[in-house]
């Protein structure tokens, strides 16, 4: 749930918050913004503490369950070009294109493959994904010293059968994510580096951990804007095909 790297707005008083599902409204309600961009360079740790590099760039628009996005490999030169078309949807899974420019085609991918790893990353094509609160029951599982612990379960298919959210409550940012599938802990997100932008409160690291490959990678961001003038012809597959 990504976010994602995903992202999640103004800063308010302080909510009392009733029950888990309050908790997490009020965590999309302080990170809402009407469209976003970063660049952003990730280090995939594999066997061996061998390290790869890559950068790539981020772009979205609309509001939560309804967003569209595209992100852009740009380093290296062997995934030059390389991008992933997003459309969110609120009543289930989002649609999604990857164009590969050594093949001059997009390819539309399949729910069924949403699990796997998206271009060598330790993201898969689902955790790209903005999904709406509404998508999941929620459930609180107690106080841990400032921070909520929440569990999640989505109610459409996914790969996870659940996760645990950790909430901080000063802010109501999630700072730590782990998700599960019927085998066990199978990804474990870290949020770290929380600064203000234009009033929302933002990770500029993200650590993901593939936990049986013993994979992670960390995503720092720079470049980070949001409300920017972005229009619904750049989240399209011309758009995406054109490279712009």
Do not use: C
């Not at 993200?206 to 409300?227: F, G, H, M």
């Amino acid at each position: 749930m990504s976010r994602k790297l995903i992202p999640w707005l103004l800063l308010a008083a302080p909510l009392v918050a009733q029950d888990a599902r309050q908790i997490i409204e009020e965590v999309q309600r302080r990170q809402r913004s009407e469209s976003q961009h970063y660049e952003g360079t990730l280090e995939v740790t594999g066997g061996g503490n061998r390290i790869a590099t890559k950068r790539w760039t981020f772009d979205r628009i609309g509001s939560f369950g309804s967003s569209k996005s595209i992100l852009r490999f740009t380093v290296p030169a062997e995934v030059k070009g390389v991008g992933l078309l997003i459309v969110n949807h609120p009543e289930r899974a989002s649609d999604q294109w990857m164009w590969r420019p050594a093949i001059g085609r997009e390819q539309r991918i399949a729910l069924q493959d949403r699990s796997t790893r998206f271009f060598g990353t330790d993201f898969s094509f689902e955790d790209l994904e903005e999904r709406d609160v509404a998508q999941f029951d929620f459930k609180l599982l107690g106080d841990e010293g400032g921070v909520w612990k929440v569990e999640s379960t989505p109610r459409k298919s996914s790969q996870y059968t659940r996760s645990f959210l950790w909430v901080k409550k000063e802010n109501y940012t999630i700072v730590k994510v782990e998700s599960y599938n019927k085998k066990g802990l199978l990804r474990a997100i870290d949020y770290r580096d929380f600064e203000q932008v234009k009033g929302i409160w933002t990770a500029r690291t993200t650590e993901i951990q593939d936990v049986p490959r013993n994979s992670r990678t960390t995503l720092k961001y720079d470049k980070l804007e949001y409300n920017i003038p972005l229009k619904d012809a750049d989240f399209t597959l011309d758009a995406l095909r054109r490279g712009t």
